[in-house]
């Protein structure tokens, strides 16, 4: 089974070597994202409410080009910088996944440190 990559710009661009996301079969990874604006390559803000957003915007972005979309999420992982922030960043998650009759299975770690000093990073797994 071939994989292919997937690609939009209405998501930030890859900053590293490696694809928004990678479709194999009907599965779509898509790679971590920060909460980066796609326009500028910037973060959204500091606060951990709109950056945890700004990810679910970005992932949503990625997964539509893929032909997919949150309904379809099985697996997320969760980076946060700090543990403090799950409360706001659960909230925001919820309201994400409001009325999705089966939500997604979820890791969530707290990490030395993220890519431009972002707060949260988010990947999934969807079909």
């Not at 292919?4 to 599965?27: E, N, W």
């Amino acid at each position: 089974m071939d994989s292919t990559a997937v690609h939009t710009s209405s998501a930030p661009q890859a900053i590293g070597p490696y694809s928004q996301a990678v479709r194999l079969g009907d599965l779509i990874f898509v790679s971590g994202q920060t909460p980066l604006v796609p326009e500028t390559g910037v973060l959204v803000s500091d606060d951990i409410a709109e950056q945890t957003a700004q990810v679910w915007a970005n992932i949503r972005a990625i997964l539509e080009a893929a032909g997919s979309g949150l309904d379809r999420v099985v697996k997320v992982t969760v980076l946060l910088m700090d543990m403090a922030d799950f409360g706001v960043m659960n909230e925001v998650y919820a309201a994400t996944f409001a009325g999705v009759p089966v939500l997604p299975a979820r890791t969530t770690f707290q990490v030395a440190g993220l890519p431009k000093n972002a707060r949260v990073e988010i990947d999934a797994i969807a079909h």
